[in-house]
Each structure stands twice: as C-alpha cells, then as structure tokens.
C-alpha cells in the first residue's frame, strides 16, 4: 500500500496508477538492454514519496480533481531524478540489493549502473522541459543540489568530528531539495501565487528533512528483515549520522571506534553504544521539529485547500511515527 492509499482522498490512487504509466513510457528505449536496466529499478516498487508531494501540492493548490497530464509529467520528472540517482548511489556504496532485487551495479557493472543513471537524469530533463524553462531550471538546480550533498557527505567518511552542521547541510541537498522541488513543481504546474509556491516548497524542504532523520534512526534502531539491509549499515560505510554524531560526543570508547572501516561485530557494537547512549530521543526531536515547520507551513498558507492539508500533516506525522 503506497503513501497515497492512506491519504484516504478517492482521486489519489488512480492519480498515481497514471503516473507509473508516465514512468514506464518515459524510460521505454528502442534498444532493449537499455530499456531493461533503466525499468530495472522502477518495476521494483518504492515509496513514491517524491510524484505522491508533486501530486499531492497540485491538489492542495487547486482543489481535489484529477490530475491533468502536466501535473504527472511534473510527477514523473522528480520521481525520475531520485531513481537516477539511486543508480549511482548503489555504485559508490557497492550495494548488491536495491527495494529487495539485485542493484544494476551487482546485476550487470558499474558503468552500466552509471549511464543507466544518467540516462534516467536525462529522461527527467527532457520532461521537465515540457513543462517550460521555469521548471527545466528548477530540476537542474536541483540535481546540483543533490549532487552538493552527496559530495559533502562524502567529505565527512569515517570522520568521528563530523557536526551536526555539516550533517544537516548534507541531507538538506541530498534529500529535502528534492522533495522541495517535487512540491513546488505541484504548485508551479498549478500556476499558484509566489506566497503559495514558497509555502509548499519550504514544506516540502521541511519534510524532507524529518524523512531522512527518521531514516537515519531506523538504520540503527529497527532489525535487518525490517530494514532489508544489515542494521547499522550507513556505521559501515562511515556515513555518521545525528545519532552517531551525538552519541560521540559524550563517548570517548565510541569516538576510539569510529574513523576506520568496521568489521560487521565491531559495526554492531558500535551501534550498541549509539542506541545506549539515549540520543536517539535527541535525534526524533529535531525530526518533530521539522514536522512542526512544515504543518505551519500548509496552515499559514490560505490558499490551499484545507482538506488536503490535512491529508498532508497525516503523512507528516506518519513518516515521524513510523516504526517506532
């Protein structure tokens, strides 16, 4: 069941059936291969976190009816850009599985995980583009973004002195851009006013942000058939996140432990320590906060339509309480 189907609005579902539809035709290819490795990941299933916000910001702008086909074409872009770079995240963490199916990088290589990806990249560009050059600015930026991000996180590897600064700067392009963008791009398709559109982008900033804190707990917090992956594994990569990183501030032993590449015991011990240490309260703290910004984001915005605003402020407080 998606994001959607709990939203309990009737057009919803059909809405986003559409929108896979928009998926598939524009990662089709003449060139079979081609259009097995780009589909490889979209027949794979996922949240649909991204088109759900875009859609989702179009109805709160401008009431509950189907959506027209600009609107998924806006949908299907963003979705596109996470899936792209979901290719090459998989190449730079040498994942072998992705949503429970072997990566492209494990199945077939490396480059072909990489052209794959960028060949998605440039099937959100041309759709983007479509839609006007507002919006074909906006997903460049926003893939720069994305790119920021990674690159800052990727700065801070196995660094124990990683701050929560840097932390939050890196998920806020790696993560919240996009779904910003998935929003505004809903509200810019709508043809909204400027007040309107900042509303639902700095909501869609805001709640991008609690996902991936929430994300990050979970990866040390729920079990590896819950998650699908190993429990602790962004520890293994050297990626600390805001529980490692206050963890290690009033941990000494823990901070002895970080900086160098875990064997898979060592990796469990560390996150013993992390989960001991109680910080992860702290940690969904800042996540509430963030889920606080983003409902006074749709509640100070008048133009938008109140029922689904609270469809919306559901899914916020859903993707804070998940699991725990």
Same mark, same amino acid.
Request: hydrophobic share 45%.
């Given at each position: ?21 928009? &998926? ?24 649909? &976190? ?59 290589? #490396? ?47 196995? #660094? ?72 602790? #594994? ?91």
């Amino acid at each position: 069941m998606s994001i959607l189907d709990d939203l309990a609005i009737e057009p919803l579902p059909g809405d986003l059936a559409r929108c896979e539809a928009r &998926l598939s035709d524009a990662v089709g290819h003449d060139d079979r291969f081609l259009g097995e490795v780009a589909e490889h990941l979209l027949k794979a299933g996922g949240k649909r &976190l991204r088109p759900t916000l875009a859609i989702c910001a179009a109805y709160a702008a401008g009431g509950i009816a189907p959506a027209s086909a600009d609107i998924l074409t806006g949908a299907a872009s963003v979705e596109l850009v996470h899936l792209g770079s979901l290719y090459h995240d998989d190449v730079i963490d040498e994942a072998a599985t992705r949503r429970g199916v072997p990566s492209v990088n494990a199945r077939w290589s #490396n480059i072909t995980a990489i052209l794959a990806g960028d060949f998605l990249l440039a099937r959100a560009s041309s759709l983007a583009a479509s839609l006007g050059a507002d919006v074909a600015a906006l997903l460049a930026d926003t893939i720069g973004e994305l790119c920021r991000g990674q690159i800052l996180e990727l700065q801070f590897l196995f #660094n124990a002195e990683r701050t929560e600064e840097s932390y939050l700067s890196s998920i806020e392009g790696k993560t919240a851009s996009l779904l910003a963008t998935a929003a505004r791009v809903g509200g810019m398709v709508s043809r909204v006013d400027p007040a309107t559109l900042d509303a639902l982008t700095q909501f869609g900033h805001h709640l991008g942000m609690c996902f991936q804190i929430v994300d990050d707990v979970l990866d040390l917090t729920q079990s590896e058939a819950e998650l699908g992956k190993p429990s602790g #594994n962004d520890l293994h990569e050297g990626v600390y996140t805001l529980p490692v990183i206050h963890a290690a501030a009033g941990d000494a032993d823990l901070c002895a432990m970080l900086g160098r590449k875990l064997e898979w015991p060592d990796v469990e011990a560390a996150r013993q320590r992390v989960i001991a240490a109680d910080v992860i309260d702290a940690s969904l703290a800042v996540a509430r906060t963030h889920a606080g910004k983003a409902r006074e984001c749709l509640t100070g915005a008048e133009a938008l339509d109140p029922l689904v605003c609270d469809r919306l402020a559901t899914m916020v407080d859903g993707l804070v309480t998940r699991s725990f």
